[in-house]
């Protein structure tokens, strides 16, 4: 997920980054809400840019957070996921899904946890 990431921030798609973009890139992570992480995959996996995406392919992007391992907690949440049944679901849905089923994003939000315990202090990042 993390490569998936750095390609999405990749905006030039040179394949490499100098020191400082990885810092702006780490910067961006470290630094996000849970909110805002789960608007960051929602946007890496919106090829189109239209700010909506169709459930299977939401149903993709949480297999690919949870390494293809997601459990039914997260399977039975995107049940819940369509709610206006139009077959597409917007940033504000995914959001909405993930505040209230928050192990949706727990890989990740555990990854960003755990690297900010690392790189300075927890109790830093979450004043940023």
């Given at each position: 997920?993390?490569?998936?990431?750095?390609?999405f921030?990749?905006?030039?798609?040179?394949?490499?980054m100098?020191?400082y973009q990885?810092?702006?890139?780490?910067?961006?992570f470290?630094?996000?809400?849970?909110?805002?992480?789960?608007?960051?995959?929602?946007?890496m996996?919106?090829?189109?840019?239209?700010?909506?995406?169709?459930?299977y392919?939401?149903?993709?992007?949480?297999?690919?957070?949870?390494?293809?391992?997601?459990?039914?907690?997260?399977?039975?949440?995107?049940d819940?996921?369509?709610?206006?049944?139009?077959g597409?679901?917007?940033?504000?849905?995914?959001?909405?899904?993930?505040?209230?089923f928050?192990?949706?994003?727990?890989?990740?939000?555990?990854?960003?946890?755990?690297?900010r315990?690392?790189?300075v202090?927890?109790?830093?990042?979450?004043?940023?």
């Amino acid at each position: 997920m993390i490569s998936i990431f750095y390609q999405f921030l990749d905006k030039q798609k040179a394949g490499q980054m100098t020191f400082y973009q990885y810092l702006v890139y780490n910067w961006h992570f470290l630094s996000s809400s849970d909110d805002s992480l789960a608007a960051m995959c929602f946007q890496m996996f919106d090829v189109d840019k239209s700010s909506t995406m169709e459930v299977y392919e939401v149903k993709y992007m949480i297999n690919s957070i949870h390494s293809f391992n997601a459990g039914m907690v997260v399977c039975w949440s995107m049940d819940k996921l369509n709610k206006n049944e139009d077959g597409f679901v917007t940033i504000a849905e995914f959001i909405l899904l993930c505040r209230h089923f928050p192990k949706v994003m727990k890989p990740l939000i555990d990854l960003r946890n755990a690297m900010r315990k690392k790189v300075v202090h927890a109790r830093f990042w979450k004043e940023c």
